[in-house]
């Protein structure tokens, strides 16, 4: 690995907090790194009751970071948490050789998903609320390290010789494409809005869940489409929808961005109007890594998330997929036992599935055709009703 792409990742937990959960949400970054082509070489973690105002970890810490950096010649240091503008140009102070060209970036967590998002959009619409997001965070933040107004501008790498009247020119740049991505996402988000009324007469159900659960994998599975489906982070972030049949009642399955711990809040704004297939929709599929040690934190962050943009209450299917890697030390989890634990925390509906092995799909379709059909007969209450064969 290029030791241009090596990187430090920093975290400040909790006193009381879990030792094997901070470990966790560093193994999370890692990937979030990975997925930008960034490699973690070493952790530094710190419990504090609150990040350090100034420099979000204590002066000792600090200087291990320092140390490392300097003699490993490290170029990337990456924080678990958001960081504020002044804690941002301290770091930068901090871990650059004061006259000369800054070496080291430093990127806070919602830099990264952002980064991930940039390099994931597809659609005009994805890129634009990406964009809108990127510029909101950049606004109070830009200093001499930040290089991604070059791909606004046509070029690659830190420019040499930024200073502060080269960063209040990127202000003003910052702020006018700002307004126009807010101008162009107005337009895309009427043209969606009329795509949306033509489908006003059919069922609408959307797959929801945290990423890389494989709601993709079980889209191309109940749609029999091909949606890209990978071992990463955010594989999706434009919004798929395809017509799908259970029995004889056809509805629209819509796929979307998967939730996250900390999604930055300007793309959380910045993707309303993709986030409406999920807001609108007549049934949420919600989709679950079973496997994942986590998984009921993931469970509460998507719930959480889902109350944030005003989807808490459409009625939802808990789809809790690969079941062909759940186990215990023992040996085979009690899927019933299971089923009872997760009806008690509020969810009706619970399915264990296995989307690549195809395991217990036919449960599923029949649960989901159960819960379009209430749809389907109060929109066409002339509908005669059928079982699914």
């Known amino acids: 690995m290029e030791k241009s792409k090596l990187a430090a990742l920093v975290a400040v937990n909790a006193p009381k907090s879990r030792p094997e959960e901070n470990e966790e949400h560093l193994d999370e970054l890692a990937f979030l790194a990975e997925t930008i082509g960034i490699v973690s070489i070493e952790r530094f973690t710190q419990k504090l009751p ?11 810490k600090l200087e291990e970071i320092k140390d490392f950096v300097t003699s490993n010649n490290v170029r990337y240091v990456l924080f678990d948490d958001d960081l504020s503008p002044s804690q941002l140009r301290n770091l930068e ?35 634009t609320q990406v964009e809108l997001a990127m510029n909101q965070y950049l606004l109070p933040r830009l200093t001499r390290m930040w290089t991604h107004l070059e791909r606004q501008r046509g070029g690659t790498g830190t420019r040499g010789g930024a200073g502060e009247k080269e960063i209040e020119t990127d ?51 109940l749609s029999k489409a091909d949606v890209k489906a990978e071992n990463k982070l955010f ?3 434009d919004a798929t929808v395809r ?27 910045s993707f309303k109007s993709t986030l ?30 889902l109350v944030d943009i005003g989807a808490g209450n459409i009625p939802t299917i808990l789809v809790l997929n690969k079941i062909d890697k759940l186990q215990n ?19 009706e509906n619970v399915v264990f599935i296995s989307a690549t092995k195809k395991e217990n799909v036919q449960s599923l379709r029949q649960m989901i055709f159960e819960e379009v059909k209430k749809k389907h007969l109060m929109i066409y209450p002339n509908y005669i009703s059928t079982t699914l064969e």
């Open 276 to 305: 409406d297939e999920v807001r609108e929709a007549d049934l949420l599929l919600h989709v679950v890594d079973s496997a994942h040690p986590f998984h009921d934190n993931q469970i509460d962050v998507v719930k959480k998330t």
């Open 235 to 237: 594989a999706t972030v």
């Open 171 to 221: 202000r003003r740049v910052v702020r006018a494409q700002i307004t126009k991505l807010k101008e162009d996402l107005e337009k895309i988000d009427k043209q969606r809005q009329t795509q949306r009324k033509s489908r006003s007469g059919i069922v609408r159900v959307a797959l929801v869940g945290y990423t890389n659960v494989g709601k993709s994998t079980l889209m191309n599975l």
């Open 243 to 269: 017509k799908v049949v259970i029995g004889d009642i056809p509805f629209l399955l819509s796929d979307t961005v998967g939730f996250i711990r900390k999604l930055p809040h300007h793309l959380i704004e």
């Open 93 to 127: 102070k901090e871990l650059n050789k004061p006259g000369e060209e800054p070496t080291v970036r430093i990127y806070d967590r919602s830099l990264l998903i952002l980064d991930i998002f940039l390099m994931r959009a597809q659609t005009a619409q994805a890129r």
């Open 329 to 347: 030390e023992d040996g085979p989890v009690d899927i019933d036992s299971l089923q009872g634990y997760y009806r008690q925390h509020g969810f």
């Open 50 to 60: 609150n990040p350090d105002v100034r420099t979000f970890v204590g002066k000792g």
